[in-house]
């Protein structure tokens, strides 16, 4: 009995460090700066940028089907913050595509507007049955078991001191989330 004991704490040992490891790995992949990003991945974020250039106009962004906000409210933590998440539904297919992300994050701003912050990549998990996870501009996707997806976020119209591919940017904020109109937000 206490060997089996030992060998179960064993192995819960080696999973908290084969799963550190691999967020290490992960995270350290997430907080490149754009600086050091090499001339192909610049280029690709770039590319990013300018696809969803005319969404930082909210409406149009409506408009061109980012209507449907997942999750639910302004994401915010101690780390920073990702805004408001805008999905277009069409585009939950499974699929990778530079110029077709999920998902569209908003900052609210304190007149009620939204500012265009970045760009968020999700495929759910029942559209991925590879055992890695998805890939973008050399980028791997991170797990999230909340919203059973892999998602990678660029934070294309707001510099991120964390990183460009980050989880969270601390020069975004939810603190005027609450005069961004009830129309808009849903």
Not at 17 to 23: L, Q, R
Not at 31 to 36: C, L
Not at 46 to 75: H, L, M, T, W
């Amino acid at each position: 009995m206490r060997s089996l004991r030992l060998a179960s704490g064993i192995s819960l040992v080696l999973a908290a460090c084969i799963g550190a490891e691999d967020k290490a790995l992960t995270d350290a992949e997430h907080r490149v700066k754009a600086a050091d990003l090499s001339e192909e991945d610049a280029r690709s974020v770039n590319f990013v940028k300018r696809v969803v250039e005319g969404y930082r106009d909210f409406k149009a962004a409506r408009i061109a089907g980012y209507s449907v906000q997942y999750p639910q409210g302004c994401v915010q933590t101690s780390a920073g913050s990702q805004g408001l998440h805008f999905g277009n539904p069409a585009l939950l297919d499974g699929k990778a595509e530079m110029n077709r992300p999920e998902l569209l994050m908003f900052e609210p701003q304190m007149d009620g507007s939204m500012a265009l912050v970045g760009v968020d990549y999700v495929i759910p998990f029942e559209h991925w049955k590879r055992k890695d996870p998805p890939q973008l501009i050399g980028r791997r996707f991170m797990r999230n078991d909340d919203l059973q997806a892999w998602t990678l976020h660029i934070w294309t119209h707001r510099e991120n001191p964390e990183g460009l591919f980050a989880l969270y940017n601390p020069h975004v904020s939810c603190g005027s989330a609450a005069n961004v109109p009830e129309a808009a937000a849903q």
